[in-house]
């Protein structure tokens, strides 16, 4: 059996997150950063300075008045909600070279997109604070996905034909015939990349979030969005079936069933221009 | 009253309750008679629908029939979908009968 460590070495000798990321939140630890420095860091890399200003002019933030510079959008929406948004974008931009023989990249971006969308709706409906860590949250929950199948790609064809010929869930299947699941493994990327607790553990207990009692907010989210992108069907994971609700999770996030059609109805609208502004491609800003 | 959404909003109808934007901030108080200017500044706080007195303004959505065949289709593929969801559970039987709606009227539309 290949080891969980030996496949995080692996992926991570292709996979690596771009340098502006470690860059933006070392500048946010410092107190005497300005947000012409913030600007200064984003536009090194002018790709990922349009992408966020897409952003920030989406219907998600539904600003009265146009959004033209990083300096304008870290007052618009927040410095710790766009060092967000750049590790969102940063992440998929990481996994780029990935094959599309193995995934269809297109879909399982897709469906992490709408996770994230939903996720960050339901921290809205919550009042918290920072919705996009939800966001970005959401949107890593299946990194492991993309890990197994590009470093056991015989294994994870396996974990496919047997989920389908038994009806079962992909995860179960997962660890029936790797030993593990893509949760753990997209948890062990994510720490690897010294990404923040929070994330690690919304992506590593997004199956099952009572079993963690740090950030089971995060994770409860994070479990819900999931249950309600597969319901709509929005993209692909590889995943056929809707996941079982947890006990816990309505409790937890406080999130009840007359919240669904107003959900519903954004998530459909914000998530087809997330897709949109995520994916894109650069030139056509 | 009838829940209208905002892009069928016509000016001089009144609101039934109060409308706050996504954040939960207060933008339009109960029994305001809506301009073309509050409906603009709704559609710019990211409003969905709101509440709209009055017995003779159509519900948003309602005019819409979807044929009793799509609808058994979609049903059909859903419930798949739900196989191992906990069909006990009411978040869930909502969720799945809202997303067999959402579908059917999706691709009704196309």
Known sequence: MVSPEQIINGVTQVVSLPAVVMKLSEAIQDPRTSNQDIENIVSEDSALAARVLRIANSAM???????DTINKAVTVIGLQQLNDIVLACS????????????????????????????ARLLAVQRRESNIERFFTAGL????????????????????????S??????????KKIIGYDHAMIGAMLLKKWKL????VLSTHYHHKPSLTSQYQLEASVVHLSDIIVHAMNYGSSGEKFVPALGKKVLATTDIGMDVLDNLLEQLSIQYVEAVKFILGDDDSI | MAKVKVSDLQSGWVLAEDVHDL????????????????????????VNSIQVSGDDI?????????????????????????AHADMQ????????HQSILYIARSRFGK
């Open chain 1, 140 to 163: 890593l929950h299946d990194v492991g996905r993309l890990i197994l199948l590009m470093e056991l790609p015989v294994k994870s064809k396996e974990v496919i034909e047997h989920a």
């Open chain 1, 165 to 174: 010929q038994e009806g079962c869930y992909l995860y179960h299947a997962e």
């Open chain 2, 89 to 96: 559970d009411d978040f869930t039987k909502e969720l799945l």
């Open chain 1, 91 to 118: 992440a998929v931009k990481a996994f780029q070279n990935v094959s599309q023989d193995i995934v269809d990249m297109e879909m399982f971006w897709q469906h992490s997109i709408a996770v994230g969308t939903a």
């Open chain 2, 58 to 82: 159509p519900e948003s959505g309602s005019a819409v029939e979807i044929p009793e065949d799509l609808l058994t289709a979609v049903q059909t593929e859903q419930e798949k979908r739900f």
């Open chain 1, 61 to 67: 933030y539904s600003f009265p008045s146009k959004v």
């Open chain 1, 196 to 199: 923040p607790d929070s994330l």
């Open chain 2, 23 to 46: 954040n939960g901030r207060f933008l339009m108080g109960k029994d305001c008679e809506l301009t073309e200017k509050h409906i603009r500044a709704l559609r710019a706080w990211g």
